[in-house]
């Protein structure tokens, strides 16, 4: 089965950029898409289809994804979005990576 | 704006079977979109469990097919699941959401917001 990789962790100084990467073998070739989940609420797509934002979320999240590593980026970090991160892939059936917490410092 | 809703017990004993419902309002279970059933357990990441069509056709995850079923009614616009033979580890909070209907590129755009299911006897 296909396996996505995500750091545990990433901190970010208040109004810096922070970047969460998801690996998978040539994981460029999928389609990527990012979700926010804060404590205790349901997950909220920001990314979907490696760069494109729904409607609502801020233009400072943005998505890449090329070889064997997706990135999702948060520009001018604010406190709310602190918050676990998780990318998703299609194959053969929808998979999860681990998740990644956000502190932004 | 679609919204969705879950329902059901919040304990199940061991050996039985976890039963949850969600209720779509504001558009049709019957437009052009799969809906998904996804669980987290209690400090974890989320597992997709399975997802149906208006259709009636299904697709599970393979690692719970043997045990997941789910199921659509249309007359009452809503879906529903069924996890039979449970343990300690199926405890978590199970989420209904929206799949995008775009084939072979899901992503979720539409979440329920969660409801918490213990396993205990």
């Known amino acids: 089965s296909y396996e996505l990789t995500q750091p545990l962790s990433v901190s970010v100084a208040l109004g810096q950029t922070a970047r969460i990467t998801c690996g998978g073998n040539?994981?460029?070739?999928?389609?990527v898409h990012w979700y926010q989940q804060k404590p205790g609420q349901a997950p909220v797509l920001v990314i979907y289809?490696?760069?494109n934002r729904p409607s609502g979320i801020p233009e400072r999240f943005s998505g890449s994804n090329s070889g064997n590593t997706a990135t999702l980026t948060i520009s001018r970090a604010q406190a709310g979005d602190e918050a676990d991160y998780y990318c998703q892939v299609w194959d053969s059936s929808p998979v999860f990576g681990g998740g990644t917490k956000l502190t932004v410092l | 704006q679609v919204q969705l809703q879950e329902s059901g017990p919040g304990l199940v004993k061991p050996s039985g079977t976890l039963s949850l419902t969600c209720a779509v309002s504001?558009?049709?279970?019957?437009?052009?979109?799969?809906w998904s059933w996804v669980r987290q357990p209690p400090g974890k990441g989320l597992e997709w469990i399975g997802e149906?069509?208006?259709?009636?056709?299904?697709n599970y995850n393979p690692s719970l097919k043997s045990r997941v079923t789910i199921s659509v009614d249309k007359s009452k616009n809503q879906f529903s699941l069924k996890l039979s033979s449970v343990t300690a580890a199926d405890t978590a909070v199970y989420y209904c959401a929206r799949d995008s209907g775009i084939t072979m590129i899901s992503f979720f755009d539409i979440w329920g917001q969660g409801t918490m299911v213990t396993v205990s006897s």
């Open positions: 040539n994981i460029g070739s999928k389609n």
């Open positions: 149906i069509y208006h259709s009636g056709s299904t």
């Open positions: 504001g558009g049709s279970i019957s437009s052009s979109n799969w």
């Open positions: 289809r490696d760069s």
